[in-house]
C-alpha cells in the first residue's frame, strides 16, 4: 500500500497526506510537536519567516495575547520602562561627569595661567619697589607671627647650614643678648648645665695633671695639663692663729708682722662716742637710716654733701661728733682758724713725721701721696 503512494506522482501524495492529516489531527498535532521539539531552531527560524510575511497575523495574536494576559503584558512593559529608565540614569550620570571634568581641567588651566601672570607681576612690582615690599613684609610678619615663626622654622630645618652661620653672626654682634640668653636657659635648664659641667670635669679628669716644673715665663704660657694649684708658690697652707694675739697668719709670716711674740698688747677699744654709740645700737631715732648709709660704698660722696636723700641731722651729728673727738679735725680747724680771714687761697701740708702728742705713730699715717695731691689745695668759702 505504501510502496503504492510513493510510487504515485507528487501531487496524489500531498492529497493522501492532507486527507490522513484530516481524518487524524492528533497524531498531525503529535508529529509537529516533536518535530519543534528535536528541532527548535528550525521552529524559530519558521515562526520568524512566517511573522515577516504576516505582520498583521502577528500583531493580531500579540493584542489577543496581551487582551488574555493583562498582567503579564503590564509587567513586560514595565521591565522595559525600567531598563530604559536606568539606561537613560547612567548615561545622563555619565555625560555629566564628562562635562564636570572638563570644566574642572579648564578651570585649573585658567587659574595656573592667572597666578603664573599674577606672580611674574608681583615679582616685577617687588624688584622695583623694595623698600614697599619689605614694609608689607614686616606688617605681614607682625599680625601673623605664628605664620611666621612656621615658615622660620621649615626654612631653619631645610638650611641648618645658613640658620648655623647667622646664629654665629648674630652672637658676634650682640654678645650680651646671647650672655643673657644662655643665662636664662641655664636658670630654666638646671640639669642640662649641669650634665654640661659634669662633662668638662670628666674630660679634665680624664686629662693627667703634670708637676709645675719648668717656671720660666709660665705666666706667659699658660698649659691646662699643668697642675699650679698644688705647687707651694700658689698653695701657702692653712692660716694660723698667733698664739698670743690671736692674728690669723700664713706659716711663713714672722712674729713681727703682728705682736712680737707678745711685747705688743694693745689697749681695750674705748666706747664709741655719743652719738656714734646710740646709732650703732639701734639706741637713736636714725640708727636704721645711718647703718643702711654707712654701708653704702658711696660713703665719700656723702662726705662731700652731695649725695641726695641723706638725713641732714644726720650728717650734722656726726660731724659734731668729729669735731670733738677726732685729732686730725681738731688740728686742722685749728689750722684753719690761725689762716687770716682775708686770705682767699692757702696751702695744707701734712706732715708724715708729726703725731698728736702721747698717741702712736702708726694710727696717725700720713695719707698716700694720690690723697694728699687731691686735697692739697683750699678754698675758703
Ligand atoms: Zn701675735
Known sequence: MLF?????PPEVHRDAVQK?????PEVHRDAVQKYTQNHPEVH???VQKYTQNHPEVHRDAVRKYTQSHPEVHRDAVQKYTQTTQKFIEMLFRNILKTIQKFIEMLLENILKATRKVHRDAVQKYTQSHPEIHRDAVQKYTQSHPEVHRDAVQKYTQSHLEVNREAVRKYTQRHPEVNRKTVKKYVSKNPHVARTKSNKYKE??????LLPW?????????????VDYSMDEIVNLGPRLPCSWCRALKWKDETQGMCC???KVQLPNLEPYPEPLHSLLTHQDPLSEHFLSTIHDHREKDIRCGIYPGIKPELISQLQK???????YIMDFKAAIDSVPKDQKEFKVVINAERK?????KGRFNAPQTKEVARCHRWTRV
Not at 503504492?4 to 504515485?8: A, V
Not at 716644673?213 to 695639663?225: G, R
Not at 698728736?356 to 702712736?360: K, L, R, V
Open 4 to 8: 503504492e503512494i510513493y510510487s504515485k
Open 20 to 24: 490522513y492529516t484530516q481524518n487524524h
Open 44 to 46: 524559530r527560524d519558521t
Open 203 to 208: 674630660k679634665i679628669s680624664e686629662i693627667r
Open 213 to 225: 716644673t719648668s717656671k720660666h715665663l709660665s705666666a706667659f704660657k699658660y698649659k691646662p695639663n
Open 260 to 262: 712680737s711674740g707678745g
Open 321 to 327: 661728733s668729729l669735731h670733738e673727738h677726732n685729732k
Open 356 to 360: 698728736p702728742f702721747g698717741e702712736h
